[in-house]
């Protein structure tokens, strides 16, 4: 059975930071491309971050040079370091692990920015 779950979200102020983990099971992990996603109420789910199995990255405009996407193969788990959060990043964030044949989603976590 094949899960991804994420941890780590809550409520900070702004200009605080976070660190989100998505740990896997049921896949050979190094093999996934993995990613961060993140959908705020009305809106549409949107790309944060991405790190491929060899580990090269991609970053949307919105959160590049703030958020940092790493992989640790040997926990099977990915992470999204969160800094100089804004209330803009409010959010349930997503991790998604996928391959040529296949594409996982986790259940989500929730980000809240707010003094």
């Known amino acids: 059975q094949v899960q991804l779950v994420e941890s780590g979200g809550g409520l900070v102020q702004p200009g605080g930071s976070l660190r989100l983990s998505c740990a896997t099971s049921?896949?050979?992990?190094?093999?996934?491309?993995m990613g961060w996603y993140r959908q705020a109420p009305g809106k549409q789910r949107e790309l944060v971050a991405t790190?491929?199995?060899?580990?090269?990255?991609n970053y949307a405009d919105s959160v590049k040079g703030r958020f940092t996407i790493s992989r640790d193969n040997a926990k099977n788990t990915v992470y999204l370091q969160m800094n100089s959060l804004k209330p803009e990043d409010t959010a349930v964030y997503y991790c998604?692990?996928?391959?040529?044949?296949?594409?996982?989603w986790g259940q989500g976590t929730q980000v809240t920015v707010s003094s």
């Open positions: 049921g896949i050979l992990f190094s093999i996934y491309d």
């Open positions: 998604r692990g996928y391959t040529g044949h296949r594409d996982y």
């Open positions: 790190i491929t199995s060899s580990s090269n990255t």
